[in-house]
């Protein structure tokens, strides 16, 4: 059965520094996403992405945050300048068509800000 | 502001038992997804649904639009069923976002 990856599972750095989520959608799905999910706490939404453009983002997904695909099968998450409070679980999905269509999750990148 | 709401936070059953989680949501979501998020961290999408009733082995979903409720119920539980199950809403006004629940932390002991 098709499954969403993501590399690495944990990743290690340190404040200040430029960290880059690297995801493998579902290869016919068109809809792609990034959430994240800190110790503790519930997910929450960071940026939807279709057609090679952000589709939707939340107050979360800043200025530090960006978003790309730049072949046909990878999508990344690339955080400029890491903060403490960056440590979370980051999850990548995605979806067929629609937006409201099922959304397939990855096993997630375990990110740690020292 | 969306907003998704579930209870309770904690369940904890006997093996065979009859589950229920309940999720509220807000005005503006027309889909409500259902989740189940493993110890490990990963989650596995359940069910997706906008009106009626899902099935799927032991696992039913349920939607009342009208009062913007949602039910998922687990029959003859197992252990294997423990995870923390999360109730996430989108579409409509939410667009292709999900707003998600803080999730139901479900034990079943043998």
């Known amino acids: 059965e098709p499954e969403v990856t993501q590399t690495p599972s944990h990743q290690v750095t340190q404040m200040g520094q430029e960290v880059i989520l690297r995801c493998v959608p579902i290869s016919n799905h068109l809809y792609f996403y990034w959430y994240r999910q800190i110790l503790g706490q519930k997910v929450e939404f960071l940026v939807s992405f279709y057609n090679n453009e952000i589709s939707e983002k939340s107050e979360i997904f800043d200025d530090q945050f960006s978003v790309e695909r730049p072949d046909g099968s990878n999508f990344t998450l690339k955080i400029r300048s890491t903060k403490l409070e960056d440590s979370a679980m980051y999850f990548c999905a995605s979806s067929a068509l629609f937006r409201t269509d099922t959304q397939y999750f990855g096993p997630g990148t375990r990110l740690t800000v020292l | 502001k969306n907003e998704v709401e579930q209870s309770p936070q904690n369940l904890t059953a006997q093996e065979g038992e009859f589950i229920t989680i309940n999720c509220s949501y807000s005005?503006?979501?027309?889909?409500l997804h259902w989740l189940q998020q493993h110890p490990g961290g990963g989650i596995v999408s359940l069910f997706m649904?906008?009106?009626g009733k899902k099935k799927h082995g032991r696992l039913i979903a349920t939607i009342n639009i009208q009062e913007k409720h949602s039910s998922l119920h687990i029959t003859a539980s197992h252990p294997r069923d423990s995870a923390v199950y999360i109730c996430a809403g989108g579409g409509g006004t939410s667009g292709s976002r999900l707003t998600f629940g803080e999730g139901t932390q479900l034990t079943v002991n043998p």
């Open positions: 649904l906008s009106s």
């Open positions: 005005v503006g979501i027309s889909a």
